[in-house]
T-cell receptor, first 111, second 115 residues
């Protein structure tokens, strides 16, 4: 079945540093979504990407939909303590339907 | 606008009991998805429903689990004869009709603990 490989699995960074994480797939997706999940909460949508090559920003977050439609990255600039959490990429195919999730990247930010 | 509403947020059941989890999608959303998340793991797809129809149940265990999304009322995920391994967070998500959008929003989850 379809799988997403998300890396890195975890990151420990200093406040103020930039962060980058990415997802790759053997399958083509028509939509890439990035979510953040805090402990005890549901995933919150950060950025949605709908076109190959699309680069979208949301505040300090920037995400890109790869040209091949098989990958996406998320960058966080000038990290702050509240960026701590688990970040998930998710892809959706041409027919709509279910999202396939990556394994998550756990981000820790040291003040 | 209200988001995806799930209840209960926390549920404790003894082995062998039934668990019912409810999900009301966002206003205007006709598609509902259920995901399960085990501790320290990612979200695993279970089932995708539209009103009165199951579209994709490829992630549902073959036994004890069922889901419905009736014409009126919330979507229900039902787990019969729960076992300890069913302890997990269950997330519902919803999306609008395909022609009007392709983004999926999640509820805050229902945490099931089987004792």
């Amino acid at each position: 079945g379809q799988q997403l490989n998300q890396s890195p699995q975890s990151m420990f960074i200093q406040e103020g540093e930039d962060v980058s994480m990415n997802c790759t797939s053997s399958s083509i997706f028509n939509t890439w979504l990035w979510y953040k999940q805090d402990p005890g909460e549901g995933p919150v949508l950060l950025i949605a990407l709908y076109k190959a090559g699309e680069l979208t920003s949301n505040g300090r977050l920037t995400a890109q939909f790869g040209i091949t439609r098989k990958d996406s990255f998320l960058n966080i600039s000038a990290s702050i303590p509240s960026d701590v959490g688990i970040y998930f990429c998710a892809g959706r195919g041409n027919q709509g339907g279910k999202l396939i999730f990556g394994q998550g990247t756990e981000l820790s930010v040291k003040p | 606008n209200a988001g995806v509403m799930q209840n209960p947020r926390h549920l404790v059941r003894r082995r062998g009991q039934e668990a019912r989890l409810r999900c009301s999608p966002m206003k205007g959303h006709s598609h509902v998805y259920w995901y399960r998340q085990l501790p320290e793991e990612g979200l695993k797809f279970m089932v995708y429903l539209q009103k009165e129809n199951i579209i994709d149940e490829s992630g549902m265990p073959k036994e004890r689990f069922s889901a419905e999304f009736p014409k009126e009322g919330p979507s229900i995920l039902r787990i019969q004869q729960v076992v300890r391994g069913d302890s997990a967070a269950y997330f519902c998500a919803s999306s609008p009709p395909r022609e009007t959008g392709n983004t999926i929003y999640f509820g805050e989850g229902s945490w099931l603990t089987v004792v």
